[in-house]
């Protein structure tokens, strides 16, 4: 199994910080990357998929990069809608999500 | 407009079962996979089982094989959980998901709300 490894767990910031996500995969997934976001007692919501490509009505200061096993999720402005749990998920075999990082007002 | 209603949630006792249903609107059912996910109380997200466009093809994740089956129900535009031999670790939310493109390995575009399965005694 593919194991994907989120950093960091938790995040501590304020609005309009630049916030840096990154995700490690243990093998190569080339760029099957996903990026959700969830609020508490809601769905997760796919903000990029392709590991770059932002879905239709998500605010351009998220984006995706990255390739093979490493992957970094940026927010250029933390907005107060987005404090929030991401969690990045490879689809290259089968599924598998990181274990989250929850940002948090500092 | 797309939407995916999950229903058949709610307390069971261990080993006992459940069967979750997701009942799917919006797009054309027969094209997609589809799949479900399940996150444990304040914990993150576990994918658990896909089944293919037509529904003659599954996955399970480990931690469900030869206890949980996926299915499919094109006719009923329905995607199906029988859930068996329950333990508390499978205490949980249970998501219905859809592929963007249908592909059977694809990112969630859309996600039901989820449904609560208690196992307890």
């Known amino acids: 199994d593919i194991q994907m490894t989120q950093s960091p767990s938790t995040l501590s910031a304020s609005v309009g910080d630049r916030v840096t996500i990154t995700c490690r995969a243990s093998q190569s997934i080339s760029t099957w990357l996903a990026w959700y976001q969830q609020k508490p007692g809601k769905a997760p919501k796919l903000l990029i998929s392709k590991a770059s490509s932002l879905e239709s009505g998500v605010p351009s200061r998220f984006s995706g990069s990255g390739s093979g096993t490493e992957f970094t999720l940026v927010i250029s402005s933390l907005q107060p809608d987005d404090f929030a749990t991401y969690y990045c998920q490879q689809y290259s075999s089968y599924y598998m999500f990181g274990q989250g990082t929850k940002v948090e007002v500092k | ?121």
């Open chain 2, 1 to 121: 407009e797309v939407q995916l209603v999950e229903s058949g949630g709610g307390l069971v006792q261990p080993g006992g079962s459940l069967r979750l249903s997701c009942a799917a609107s919006g797009f054309t059912f027969s094209s997609f996979a589809m799949s479900w996910v399940r996150q444990a109380p304040g914990k993150g997200l576990e994918w658990i089982a896909s089944v293919s466009d037509r529904g003659r093809g599954t996955d399970h994740a480990n931690s469900v094989r030869g206890r949980f089956t996926i299915s499919k129900d094109t006719s009923k535009n329905t995607v199906f959980l029988q859930m068996n031999s329950l333990r508390g670790e499978d205490t949980a939310i249970y998501y219905c998901a859809k592929p963007q493109h249908g592909y059977h390995l694809d990112a969630f575009d859309t996600w039901g709300q989820g449904t609560m399965v208690t196992v307890s005694s």
